[in-house]
């Protein structure tokens, strides 16, 4: 919340959603209430189900969405509003991240691609979800959050703009920090079965008869590749540097 409420943008509005924790989070969320637009602090039906109720009360131009263990950086809102201002076609835009582990220290850099469906539906194509935001009208009419899909509801949102006719633009420029440790759902690989049921379930909703196999997943890799080198080669520097 620190990271958020400390940002120097003037036009923030900032609303909170916790599943009812009870771990502290609701004392914390109440000393900062009154650099709240909303909150609340009770159970829901899952991660997706808590962002539309948030997504309900929102009213600004822009929506982003932050999740318990994730940051942004110093400068995060006003470089995300310089780019929708420079860019009034884009109704998507996605900055770079990195990557940090439980204690907050940084791991790897993290890059966002130039978006592709079809790229995204074969695994070749990533946007740092903390580092994207959307046009709220879009996000709306995208239908919001799928509250079936428990693993990758931010990669289905981003598909469902992409059906809505949204335009993707990409900022050379980290934004968030997104934390991985072995209690996240990223990090512990418990859902990694139910991410691939999830994530096949909607190729086939978007794309009926979509088949996964090593040679498209392979030309999809060498697109990636072609249309945007710098960005493979800078992520491959990164991982090497983890090793």
């Given at each position: 919340m620190a990271?958020?409420?400390?940002?120097?943008?003037?036009?923030?509005?900032?609303?909170?959603?916790?599943?009812?924790?009870?771990d502290g989070s609701r004392e914390v969320i109440e000393r900062y209430a009154e650099k709240l637009a909303w909150w609340c602090s009770e159970p829901d039906a899952g991660p997706a189900?808590?962002?539309?109720?948030?997504?309900?009360?929102?009213?600004?131009?822009?929506?982003?969405?932050?999740?318990?263990?994730?940051?942004?950086?110093?400068?995060?809102?006003?470089?995300?509003?310089?780019?929708?201002?420079?860019?009034?076609?884009?109704d998507v835009v996605s900055g770079h991240g990195v990557q940090i582990d439980a204690e907050g220290r940084p791991v790897r850099s993290?890059?966002?691609d130039r978006w592709?469906?079809?790229?995204?539906?074969?695994?070749?194509?990533?946007?740092?979800?903390?580092?994207?935001?959307?046009?709220?009208?879009?996000?709306?009419?995208a239908g919001g959050f799928d509250e079936a899909n428990r693993t990758s509801w931010d990669g289905t949102l981003w598909v469902m703009l992409d059906?809505?006719?949204?335009?993707?633009?990409?900022?050379?420029?980290?934004?968030?920090?997104?934390?991985v440790h072995a209690d996240s759902i990223t990090g512990s690989g418990h859902a990694?079965?139910?991410?691939?049921?999830?994530?096949a379930a909607l190729a086939e909703r978007v794309r009926p008869g979509t088949r996964f196999s090593g040679l498209r997943d392979k030309l999809a890799r060498v697109e990636q590749i072609v249309t945007d080198p710098g960005i493979v080669l800078r992520r491959a520097l990164a991982r090497r540097r983890v090793r």
């Open positions: 990271s958020v409420l400390s940002q120097d943008f003037s036009g923030l509005e900032y609303v909170v959603v916790d599943g009812g924790s009870t189900a808590a962002l539309n109720k948030g997504l309900a009360r929102c009213t600004g131009d822009v929506f982003g969405f932050l999740n318990a263990d994730d940051l942004l950086l110093p400068g995060a809102l006003e470089a995300v509003a310089e780019a929708f201002r420079t860019h009034p076609e884009a993290l890059y966002s592709s469906l079809r790229r995204y539906l074969h695994g070749r194509c990533i946007l740092v979800q903390p580092a994207t935001f959307a046009r709220r009208s879009k996000v709306v009419e059906q809505v006719g949204a335009r993707f633009h990409r900022i050379n420029r980290p934004l968030a920090a997104f934390r990694l079965a139910r991410f691939h049921a999830d994530h």
